[in-house]
Nanobody, 115 residues
């Protein structure tokens, strides 16, 4: 059974930083693209950043220059480094892991930016 597990969320003040981690396991297929999405209350889930197995990153315009995505293929782990956090970054952050047969989602981790 495939598992995707996020960690690292929490409460942070505006301008602060957080690092999210996501580990994928249990798949007999290689994880290809992995990424982060977020959903704020009353809003649709939106893309934050994705990264290919070769390390090519893609970011939402709203986080460019503030967030950095990286991955460790040997550990099936993807990271999201979030700097200069804003109130509007408050959301549940979900990890997505893509294989050739399915996309897998984690349960989400809450990020709250508040003074």
């Amino acid at each position: 059974q495939v598992h995707v597990v996020e960690s690292g969320g929490g409460l942070v003040q505006p301008g602060g930083s957080l690092r999210l981690s996501c580990v994928g396991s249990g798949s007999i297929f290689t994880f290809g693209r992995m990424g982060w999405y977020r959903q704020a209350p009353g809003k649709q889930r939106e893309l934050v950043a994705t990264i290919s197995s070769g390390g090519i990153a893609n970011y939402a315009d709203s986080v460019k220059g503030r967030f950095t995505i990286s991955r460790d293929n040997a550990k099936n782990t993807v990271y999201l480094y979030m700097n200069s956090l804003r109130l509007e970054d408050t959301a549940v952050y979900y990890c997505n892991a893509h294989t050739i047969v399915a996309d897998y989602w984690g349960q989400g981790t809450q990020v709250t930016v508040s003074s």
